[in-house]
Structure formats: C-alpha cells, structure tokens
T-cell receptor
Framework: GQQVMQIPQYQHVQEGEDFTTYCNSS?????IQWYKQRPGGHPVFLIQ?????EVKKQKRLTFQFGEAKKNSSLHITATQTTDVGTYFCAGRSSSNTGKLIFGQGTTLQVKP | DGGITQSPKYLFRKEGQNVTLSCEQNLNHDAMYWYRQDPGQGLRLIYYSQIVNDFQKGDIAEGYSVSREKKESFPLTVTSAQKNPTAFYLC?????????????FGPGTRLTVT
C-alpha cells in the first residue's frame, strides 16, 4: 500500500542552528500536510501544500512540495527552544480521498 | 469553546475486557477519525467516518469497532481481539469528508492494558 517515509527520525540541534525534515511518498500525492506535536500534546496542523513545486513560508518555517508531488520538506531557520516537538508530514492518498497517510515523524530536540 | 474532547485522558484495563473511548466534537465537522500512536510509528488510521451513519476501516481496524450515530460523536471500542491495545489514541475531525482539509485533534487517551 501507499507509504510515506520521513527522515530523520530524531534530530538534536543547538539553538540557532537550522533544521530540515524530509518526507517521501511511494506514490504521487494529491496534497501534503504538516503537523507539529509538542511533547505530551496532540498534533496541530501547520500547513497544507497542493501544487507541484509549491513553497510556503511561516516566519522561520519553510515548506516545499516536490515537482513530482512525491516528496516534501520542512526547514526551520535558526531553531528556538519553542520549536521542540515531533513534526509529521501527511499525504492524501490519490486512490482514497478520505485518508491521510502519516509519516513516522521527526522528533526535534533543541539545546539552549 | 469549540473543539474536540476525548475522555478519559488515562485509561487502565485488564486483558480480555472491551473498552470504549469517547470522542466528541462541537465544530460541526462532517468527518471524524481515530488514530493510534505508538513510539516511532507515527499515526496509524484505525477507522474514519466521512458522514454520520457511515464509516470505513482504516489501515489497522482489526480488533476495533466504531459507531457514528450522531454527527458530534465517534466512540471507539477496543475489543479483546486487539492483540496489543496499549497505545495513545487520538481522535480528529475535519470540516469536509475528504482528506483535503486540516484535521483537528483531541488531547488523546492513553490506554494501558495489563
């Protein structure tokens, strides 16, 4: 079945360093969503990308959707301790419009 | 105050017992979802409902059952047939019935079965 792989699984950075997580799908995605889950919390929606090659920014966060709509990335510039958490990508299955397929997530730790 | 509520936050059960997890939303959303979260495995879809009185199996439906008799409620029963039920269970909803809309998650229920 359709799979969404996310790397790395864990990342430790010094505060102020940049961070990137990558998401790859085995099939073409109709859209890609990104969520953030703080430790002990629940996932919170960050953004959705729909168009091939789309790039969106939210302050220090930059989201990209690949040209082939099979991969995506989230880049955080100059990390802060408030960025700590697990970041998930989730793609909409092209064969089943009702489901999101989630990646395994990347857990970010930021050392002050 | 709009949102999704799940209760209880922590639940303990003995092996062999069925247990029902509550999920209620007052967002007037059409679609509701149940996910299971295990360490290092992300979120896996158990069941979803795109509209009241209808639901579909997700990727790991075995050992679980749901109902959607009311738009605002989507309870999940973890049956004794579920081989490894200890996990963090998350309920979500979205305004539309397809996966083109952001999903709003509840605070989750952590189930421990011993």
């Amino acid at each position: 079945g359709q799979q969404v792989m996310q790397i790395p699984q864990y990342q430790h950075v010094q505060e102020g360093e940049d961070f990137t997580t990558y998401c790859n799908s085995s099939t073409t995605l109709s859209n890609i969503q990104w969520y953030k889950q703080r430790p002990g919390g629940h996932p919170v929606f960050l953004i959705q990308l729909v168009k091939s090659g789309e790039v969106k920014k939210q302050k220090r966060l930059t989201f990209q959707f690949g040209e082939a709509k099979k991969n995506s990335s989230l880049h955080i510039t100059a990390t802060q301790t408030t960025d700590v958490g697990t970041y998930f990508c989730a793609g909409r299955s092209s064969s089943n419009t009702g489901k999101l397929i989630f990646g395994q997530g990347t857990t970010l730790q930021v050392k002050p | 105050d709009g949102g999704i509520t799940q209760s209880p936050k922590y639940l303990f059960r003995k092996e062999g017992q069925n247990v029902t997890l509550s999920c209620e939303q007052n967002l007037n959303h059409d679609a509701m979802y149940w996910y299971r979260q295990d360490p290092g495995q992300g979120l896996r879809l158990i069941y979803y409902s795109q509209i009241v009185n209808d639901f579909q199996k997700g990727d790991i439906a075995e050992g679980y059952s749901v109902s959607r008799e009311k738009k605002e409620s989507f309870p999940l029963t973890v049956t004794s047939a579920q081989k490894n039920p200890t996990a963090f269970y998350l309920c979500a909803s979205s305004i539309g019935g397809t996966a083109d809309y952001e999903q709003y998650f509840g605070p989750g229920t952590r189930l421990t079965v011993t």
